[in-house]
């Protein structure tokens, strides 16, 4: 029998969002030479929101990229059917960058690292940096998040499901399934 448990609803996930901007801002010492790159899906939706927030604190407005990984994905050769490739659009020099890269769950490690080969593609940036709505554990690299919204343990059994109005027409919120 499969259960469910919300964990963070729309309300918490905007304050989560809010936090990580301002963390981020406190990291970076102001926005100077900071830009945002959202990875497909959530994590593009998260990337302008915390751009909006960015804008309401600072005043100011950040470079912002989206990325899509699936060519540089390690499990290609053992998907059954063929990844759906979107548009990654970088248009602005990342080179001595700082690099907010963001998704919504961070699990295993390996869709940062793909985005990490996809990212220095496009220059080398002065560092990157990683925020993520969830970290839910259970690394298999050596990869962690500098910017959290919520540490869940879950275990390899259970599903983390993020759902943003934007990109899943339903309200805002973090789910547990399994």
């Known amino acids: 029998m499969s259960t469910s448990s919300k964990i963070m609803d729309a309300d918490q996930v905007r304050r989560a969002v809010t936090r990580i901007a301002h963390e981020i801002l406190e990291r970076n010492k ?16 998260l990337a302008e929101r915390l751009r909006a927030a960015i804008r309401q604190i600072e005043g100011k407005e950040l470079l912002y990229g989206i990325l899509d990984i699936n060519f540089y994905r390690d499990d290609l050769n053992i ?4 990844p759906v490739i ?5 248009d602005f020099d990342i080179t001595d960058k700082k690099v ?4 919504d ?4 490690g390996r869709t940062i690292r793909a985005a990490l080969d996809a990212l220095v593609d496009f220059g080398r ?16 690299l050596p990869i962690r998040a500098d910017f959290v919204g919520k540490n869940i343990p ?18 805002d919120g973090v789910v547990i399934e399994g």
Not at 79 to 82: H, L, P, V
Request: hydrophobic residues 35%; negative net charge.
């Open 154 to 171: 879950t275990s390899k059994t259970q599903q983390v499901k993020v759902s943003l109005q934007e990109s899943d027409s339903h309200e």
């Open 125 to 140: 940036p002065s560092s990157i940096q990683l925020a993520v709505l969830v970290d839910r554990g259970h690394r298999e």
């Open 86 to 90: 979107h548009e990654t659009l970088i």
């Open 105 to 108: 769950v961070l699990y295993t």
């Open 100 to 103: 907010v890269l963001v998704d």
């Open 30 to 45: 102001g926005v100077d030479e900071v830009c945002l790159v959202g990875i497909r899906t959530r994590g593009v939706v």
């Open 79 to 82: 998907i059954k059917k063929q």
